[in-house]
């Protein structure tokens, strides 16, 4: 073994895709990339992420308290890649990338048309953001996109670099 420096450890633990977090404050939307974000249950589905008070949504989502989660598929690294490059305090994101929306069934955020699923959100913990800046969702609503077939995720792996989804194997495994 040897050893890996510490600043590099997330890059070999992130959980999950890379997913696109739309708030809505004041009537205007906004967009971020974040890969901070793990499932904690399962029904209802539960999910915790990490917004960072330097982050633009973050004002958005302690206020209002709900949020659309979007998981863009590959097509959209590079528009995934510039959202997370800029700040909605001073860009209009969807304007400025071209971003496709749809009315949300039960949050004020919209959905984003051209990711494959979107999840409307509810913030139902809020004991670890002061600390942390660690929020609890619930999926109150969740949709998917059925003209895109088997979409491939994207992955970070740290300083620009993201892996894509690859094959799947399916092992034997007891059902809930």
């Not at 009315?103 to 979107?118: E, M, S, Y």
């Not at 800046?133 to 992955?155: G, S, Y």
């Amino acid at each position: 073994m040897k050893e890996l420096p510490l600043a590099q450890v997330y890059q070999v633990i992130e959980p999950g895709p890379v997913v696109l977090l739309v708030t809505a404050d004041n009537s205007r939307a906004n967009v971020m990339t974040m890969s901070w974000h793990m499932m904690m249950e399962f029904t209802p589905p539960r999910v915790a992420c990490i917004v960072s008070e330097a982050n633009h949504s973050f004002a958005a989502l302690r206020r209002t308290r709900e949020c659309v989660i979007a998981v863009p598929a590959r097509k959209l690294a590079a528009t995934m890649v510039k959202v997370g490059n800029c700040s909605g305090a001073a860009v209009d994101k969807f304007a400025r990338f071209g971003l496709r929306t749809a009315r949300a069934a039960t949050v004020a955020p919209p959905l984003l048309a051209d990711c494959f699923v979107n999840l409307e959100c509810k913030v139902t913990d809020t004991r670890m953001v002061r600390r942390y800046n660690l929020f609890v969702l619930e999926v109150v609503k969740a949709w998917r996109d059925p003209a895109q077939k088997n979409p491939k995720t994207l992955h970070h792996r740290g300083y620009g670099r993201f892996a894509v989804d690859g094959p799947v194997i399916t092992l034997k495994s007891a059902k809930p």
